[in-house]
């Protein structure tokens, strides 16, 4: 198909959610001419999520349409190498956005710091315990940069998405209340905490009488009406519920849509360009340079925008599969370990440890995103892995997060399925339970990977990305030992009937575990293992930069978000502040 | 005429013929029965919330990947019919029939609940095999079918009467002063549910932000 091809641009950004949105933001202050090319529609927070609408779980926990359409697009999964990649054929295990905002429209809101470890796994434990603590084809590795690194952009991302919390560390002095495993916080949250909730006491009541310092979840939802540092406001949360999965009706939760964008559509010199799916990064014959994208419009065009500067900041699939389709790197190859873009693919490990009491009840509906209580002490290296067989580990925590009945309606083991014994129990314990979640890491492995599928394509005829990937054995030892550490809390809260459930053996596509998928396009210090550099720019087109937990080498127990935006912020600040000043590679 | 030809004709289906609206009246009969704890699935038009659902986007994988090649796969690896929700009731519910009448010498609306139960469970289990689809397969979607009618907003056409929610105690459209009742532990927030539809229809007013304001319910509620 002949492409129109449109007048250059400085820059031109892929996506516009959590990294995407920043990035753009950045760059245009500078005076440079920005496009930003969102697959999605464009979203009128007025309309899409208006009140009573808003607060329909059948649409967004189920069918919503600020998710993926696979009808046009979508991936293929194997569990391993030895098997045939099928598609995903519906949303299941994850939810990618599509819509501008993309999946930070939807989002929780648990705003976490990584750990100082997690930025260093291999060496630290390589440190602390030996060889023999990873095993061979675990290819988790250090990330090319240091939490200290990060520090002031973790700090801008969280004075942008009005995070609320308590500081545990404030420049080396520990803090009461909060996490005292945290790396060095340079000032405290912008806003305070949540109140706890009556779930969320309880648990930190039995934390502490086991020796655990519980501290508050830090949280997008507002505590108090926030203005932040683009000017943009944010009014206070109400604890309606309906929070993650959903947009918020109160537009009191840190996203691209509240904290960034109308700030962003002020600049004159940029443009957002909803409902174009980019499909290509074009480069010079040689390879080495981009000379800007192609993408498809609402109508079906191909239009082609040349750019000096081109980001990949979509989902961590596609900034991978673009690169795979651009020829962007050199494609991962399992067999013999070479090659950067599709490896260390990694995901979360959920477990769970379930509460069922008969005399009381938590009003599970109300609350809101990142509205919880935690504990740290089996985080990263926090504790001592000596003789565990596995590294990494969990958070422990009660959430809050408003439970609605289509999704969440638990029942005590040996419940039936359907039938009275199911509507006694559903009708008994929907509002009497409560989940202790065992929120985990997981490692990088040799098999776990992404690459192009041979099969299935996409709706433009292109290859579909494929995902090889399971849970290993560090996973599970991991998840055996920390749900078991949460079960002891369990224990100690009191309850009639307990379950302990650590994630899954087998990794399946089927049920919703978690929005945070990573790498595929890895950062790191050198360029034989890692996709981009430091500075998220591609080793081998050095006017390509490629954001997102995309870039994530493997990943931490903490939900990956405020690491997202946090890498957003870090490599707008490497363009302001070196590439623009000398366009070329920074490493 | 039975019981369960009444509550059909309340409504004007838009896919499912009347033998299969028999059947789905008579398993979610069984799947959330009206007990002692009250009206089940069926009396909350969950059939009618099926139909609906069958005649949206959804029944007709709108958003879904829905080219080939075709192969079952491992469960991991999820649904991989060929065939959409409208297609899967259509030709399970014909041929659950085919095995209860083989098997029964009636089809599953006419057995007695003992059997039904053995039928469903059967399904369920993947020891009854249907032709053209897994039983499981077509057993989990009814099973969660039942669900989001029972406990989702009215206006999709089930839980009628908030039936769903009143069991649970689930507000539905929350309110805008969750905040003030969130320092009350262990008091449980007794109101009487108000859904999108009311809301729709009038018959609950909103505030100025749009939130519903509940009414508390009594000790004898």
């Known amino acids: 198909m002949a492409s129109t091809k449109l007048k250059a641009v400085d820059a031109v950004v892929v996506g516009s959610g959590v990294a995407g949105s920043i990035a753009c933001k950045e760059l245009a202050e500078t005076g440079l001419q920005v496009v930003c090319l969102e697959r999605g529609r464009m ?25 993926q359409n696979l009808s046009r697009e979508t991936l293929t999964f194997r569990n391993a190498m030895n098997e045939t990649a099928l598609p995903m ?20 809101g648990q705003t976490y710091r990584f750990l100082p470890w997690d930025f260093e796994p291999r060496s630290r434990t390589l440190e602390r315990y030996g060889k023999g603590q990873i095993s061979e084809d675990c290819t988790s590795q250090d990330w090319g940069i240091t939490y200290d690194e990060l520090e002031p952009y973790y700090d801008q991302f969280e004075h942008l998405y009005g995070v609320g919390g308590k500081a545990g560390n404030l420049n080396g002095e520990i803090q009461p209340g909060g996490n005292p495993f945290e790396g060095p916080r340079s000032r405290e949250f912008p806003n305070p905490p949540k109140e706890p909730t009556f779930a969320g006491l309880l648990f930190a009541k039995a934390a502490e009488s086991l020796g655990y310092k519980p501290f508050p979840t830090p949280s997008s939802a507002m505590t108090r009406p926030y203005t932040n540092p683009y000017r943009l406001m944010l009014s206070q949360c109400v604890n309606g519920g309906y929070c993650g999965h959903f947009a918020c009706a109160m537009g009191a939760r840190g996203t691209p849509l509240t904290t960034v964008l109308p700030a962003l559509l002020k600049h004159k010199n940029f443009e957002l360009r909803p409902l174009s799916n980019v499909i290509k990064v074009n480069l010079d014959s040689d390879k080495k340079r981009a000379v800007g994208v192609t993408y498809v419009d609402a109508r079906g065009r191909e239009i082609e925008q040349p750019a000096d500067l081109v980001i990949l900041a979509s989902y961590t699939f596609n900034n991978t599969r673009l690169m795979l389709l651009s020829g962007i790197g050199k494609p991962y190859d399992p067999v013999s370990n070479q090659g950067v873009v599709g490896r260390n693919y990694s995901y979360q490990t959920m477990g769970g440890v379930s509460l069922f009491f008969d005399d009381k009840v938590f009003n599970r509906f109300m609350g809101g995103g990142g509205l919880g209580t935690i504990v740290d002490e089996y985080n990263g290296d926090n504790f001592d892995h000596t003789g565990l067989g596995f590294i990494g580990g969990a958070f422990l925590a009660v959430h809050s997060a408003g439970n609605l009945p289509i999704r969440s309606h638990p029942v005590p083991p040996g419940t039936p399925h359907w039938g009275s014994g199911w509507k006694k129990a559903v009708a008994h314990y929907y509002n009497r339970a409560l989940l202790i979640s065992v929120h985990g890491a997981c490692q990088s492995y040799r098999s776990n990977y992404l690459d192009l599928d041979p099969t299935y394509r996409d ?22 030992y920390t ?32 929005t945070h998928n990573n790498g595929g396009a890895v950062m790191g210090a050198d360029p034989a293992t890692s996709a981009v550099n430091k500075y998220l720019q591609s080793w081998d087109v050095s006017n390509v930069f490629v954001i997102g937990a995309s870039a994530f080498p ?8 405020g690491t997202v935006g946090t890498l957003a912020c870090w490599a707008a600040d490497s363009l302001k502040d070196n590439y623009l000043k000398r366009p070329g590679a920074l490493v | 005429m039975g019981d369960s030809d009444n509550v059909a004709q309340a409504h004007a289906f838009g896919y499912l013929t009347q033998p299969e609206v028999r059947f789905l009246d008579a398993a979610l009969a069984r799947l959330i029965p009206a007990d002692e704890l009250g009206p089940g699935a069926k009396e909350a038009d969950v059939t009618y919330f099926i139909d609906q659902q069958l005649v949206s986007s959804w029944g007709n994988h709108g958003r879904n990947y829905r080219m080939g090649p075709w192969r079952e796969g491992t469960p991991q690896q999820g649904f991989q019919s060929p065939l959409t929700p409208q297609e899967i009731y259509r030709v399970a519910i014909r041929e659950a029939n085919i095995y209860c009448s083989k098997q029964y010498g009636k089809t599953f609306n006419v057995l007695t609940t003992e059997q039904q139960d053995e039928v469903l469970h059967g399904l369920e289990s993947g020891k009854i095999e249907l032709e053209s689809v897994s039983s499981k397969l077509f057993f989990s979607m009814l099973l969660r079918n039942t669900e989001e009618g029972f406990f989702s907003d009215p206006m999709y056409g089930g839980n009628r009467d908030k039936i769903g929610w009143k069991l649970i105690g689930f507000p539905g459209v ?23 539809l009311d809301i729709q229809q009038g018959r609950v007013r909103v505030d100025a932000q749009g939130y519903p304001k509940h009414v508390m319910l009594s000790k004898k509620d």
Not at chain 1, 90 to 108: D, L, M, N, R, T
Not at chain 1, 459 to 480: C, S, W
Not at chain 1, 492 to 504: D, E, F, L, R, W
Not at chain 2, 177 to 194: C, F, G, I, S, T
């Open chain 1, 43 to 67: 979203l009128d927070a007025n309309h899409d999520f208006a009140m009573p609408y808003a607060h329909d779980e059948l649409k967004f926990w189920r069918h919503s349409d600020l998710i």
């Open chain 1, 89 to 108: 054929r519906e949303i299941g295990s994850f939810k990618p956005g599509e819509c501008v905002g993309g999946a930070g429209v939807h989002w929780g």
């Open chain 1, 459 to 480: 709706a433009h005829g292109l290859p579909l990305l494929r995902v090889t990937f399971d849970f290993q054995e560090n996973d599970h030892k991991m998840q055996i």
């Open chain 1, 483 to 514: 749900a078991d550490k949460a079960a002891e809390i369990g224990k100690a809260m009191g309850p009639s009937k307990m379950k302990v459930s650590p994630a899954i053996e087998k990794y399946s596509i089927v049920p919703y575990q978690s």
């Open chain 1, 554 to 561: 493997q990943n931490s127990a903490n939900s990956p978000t």
């Open chain 2, 174 to 196: 929350a309110a805008f002063n969750y905040a003030e009742h969130m320092d009350k532990h262990n008091v449980p927030y007794r109101v009487e549910p108000v859904s999108i």
